[in-house]
């Protein structure tokens, strides 16, 4: 994306016909811009909302699908649109080729270090299906929002980020609201609505340790493409590189016997393909919308895929709303509002923002 400022520059002497002609295409390409903006931002929405849903409606079936082999089969998905993006940022298969060459395989120290973001999110990835085996998806996506917490507190520690008072509260008003709604998890059955057994403590734990791997690969992502001009794309499929092999030794390591007995894609609906296909999007969209949204505005898609879920649950899943939990989602919905607030004023001061993920990227 090019910078305004760009464009008025070249203004200065040139006639009065060319400079309506510069206004118009300034005002164009910001046109373009804000519905970029705008559209990367409902999808996200739809995209949150819909995953948290559809994961736990997928983990409800009769047939429960094996996990591991979903988070391959969404890496394997993202790295064949890096690759086709990788193509269209090229222009011929030539430069494809040897970009690829180039960056993947000619430097593979820092393809290497892309392995540690690979391996923590595949993990990652394995433990919000177990999350949302034994959650439902409202909870599921309010455990969720504590990565803000973890991604600002390994961002003080790995970065040396400094954070603003306001900041610090609205992580505690976080911490509160999830425990909130975690208590208020407490009285809920145990029995799923595919009549199987669930344990909604252990889905916590799995989405809480989720949220510490989230924050430490973003952390890290970011430390380590300080200063790198590759693509978005282009790590994208060093990290599929990488996941493919790691999500298949997880399947191995840990159904081994099932995959060997029921098959690798026992249990896959067409529910679980949309699933898979939503978790892939998802990925790559949180870069779109770092890109053209600001924080502020990437929290309230946040808060509102919340608020979605909750409705849609209380019609699809006959989720009990309790006073305990609305409070606690309000709770979560207000500090993702006051975190991201003082950091967008900050942006706009020094360009420093905390929580401001690796997704910034050259896209
Ligand atoms: O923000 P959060 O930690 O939830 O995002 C992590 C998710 O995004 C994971 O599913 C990860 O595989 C995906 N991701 C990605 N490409 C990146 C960064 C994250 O696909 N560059």
Same mark, same amino acid.
């Given at each position: ?142 455990? $969720?929002?504590? %990565? +803000? *917490?973890?991604?600002?507190?390994? /961002? @003080?520690? !790995?970065? =040396?980020?400094? &954070? ?55 952390? $890290?992502?970011? %430390? +380590? *493409?300080?200063?790198?001009?590759? /693509? @978005?794309? !282009?790590? =994208?499929?060093? &990290? ?124």
């Amino acid at each position: 994306m090019s910078n305004n400022n760009e464009g008025k520059d070249l203004v200065v002497g040139v006639t009065e016909e060319s400079t309506s002609d510069m206004a118009l295409a300034e005002d164009l390409k910001s046109g373009t811009q804000n519905v970029l903006k705008y559209a990367s931002l409902l999808t996200l929405t739809v995209q949150n909302a819909a995953l948290g849903l559809t994961m736990r409606m997928a983990r409800t079936q009769k047939d429960l699908f094996i996990a591991s082999t979903a988070v391959v089969i969404a890496e394997f998905v993202k790295l064949v649109t890096c690759l086709i993006m990788v193509f269209i940022e090229e222009g011929s298969f030539k430069r494809w080729r040897t970009s690829l060459l180039n960056i993947v395989i000619k430097q593979p120290l820092d393809t290497l270090k892309v392995s540690v973001p690979s391996l923590v999110y595949t993990l990652q990835n394995n433990l919000i299906y177990i999350g949302a085996t034994h959650l439902d998806a409202a909870t599921c996506q309010v455990t $969720y929002q504590l %990565k +803000i *917490l973890t991604t600002a507190l390994f /961002s @003080v520690a !790995m970065l =040396n980020k400094k &954070l603003f008072m306001l900041q610090w509260v609205a992580l505690f008003f976080l911490f509160i609201g999830v425990a909130f709604v975690q208590f208020a998890q407490a009285n809920t059955t145990q029995i799923n609505p595919a009549g199987r057994e669930q344990s909604p403590f252990f889905g916590f734990l799995a989405i809480f340790t989720a949220c510490c791997l989230s924050g430490f690969a973003g952390v $890290y992502f970011e %430390k +380590i *493409l300080k200063g790198s001009d590759i /693509s @978005v794309w !282009m790590r =994208n499929v060093q &990290l599929s590189t990488f996941s493919i092999p790691i999500g298949l030794a997880t399947t191995f390591l840990s159904s081994y016997s099932e995959v060997q007995e029921r098959g690798f894609f026992f249990g896959y609906t067409m529910l679980t393909w949309f699933v898979i296909l939503l978790q892939a999007l998802g990925g790559l969209l949180v870069a779109v919308v770092v890109k053209y949204a600001d924080n502020i505005l990437k929290g309230f898609a946040t808060s509102l895929a919340i608020v979605l879920s909750c409705i849609v649950s209380v019609y699809a899943f006959q989720f009990h709303l309790t006073g305990q939990f609305a409070l606690g989602a309000g709770l979560v919905i207000m500090s993702i509002f006051l975190y991201s607030k003082p950091a967008s004023a900050h942006k706009k001061t020094n360009g420093q923002e905390i929580g401001k993920r690796t997704y910034e990227m050259k896209i």
